[in-house]
């Protein structure tokens, strides 16, 4: 993977739904050369899915997520890639990290209702092998997702101060 192909997946990743024709002037190639890149790009993974970030608060959904963090147990000669694995296969489970600090993994979760996402914890993850201990952190309001700011009301004009 070379520079050109690193611009590409960045532009991508900023706005998946850019011209391939914008996307070459930026990336100074050619058209077709971007269509191969983009094909080579998602054939070996690099790219896996365009998705959209969705304000879901402003689009009315009622959709309750979470941030779970795990304390693990590692397997010996697997580490924590089966406990992971296992998890990975829950619906509710949107993203999956291992993590440095106090917890290992770290769990983007969503539910209908916080008690959903509660029943979720300790019904599915907390029972579950190598499972040491858990923490719950109901996310309130975002802020930010995927670099992307979400505005909650109008710049606020300052007044000019005068005696």
Not at 78 to 99: E, K, M, N, T, W
Request: aromatic share 6%.
């Amino acid at each position: 993977m070379d520079n050109k192909d690193l611009i590409l997946l960045q532009l991508l990743e900023e706005n998946c739904r850019t011209p391939v024709s914008d996307l070459a002037v930026m990336a100074e190639l050619s058209e077709q050369d971007t269509k191969d890149r983009i094909r080579r790009l998602e054939e070996i993974q690099a790219i896996r899915r365009y998705a959209a970030v969705v304000d879901w608060e402003r689009a009315g959904d009622g959709i309750v997520a979470a941030v779970i963090e795990l304390k693990v147990s590692p397997e010996r000669d697997f580490g924590y890639d089966r406990i992971a694995d296992r998890i990975a296969r829950f619906p509710q489970v949107r993203s999956l990290r291992l993590v440095t600090g106090a917890y290992d993994l770290q769990l983007l979760v969503t539910g209908s209702s916080m008690h959903e996402i509660a029943r979720f914890v300790a019904e599915q993850v907390a029972p579950l092998d190598r499972i040491r201990e858990t923490a719950t952190h109901i996310i309130m309001k975002t802020y930010k997702e995927n670099g992307i700011t979400f505005s909650t009301r109008s710049e606020v004009e300052r007044l000019p101060y005068s005696f």
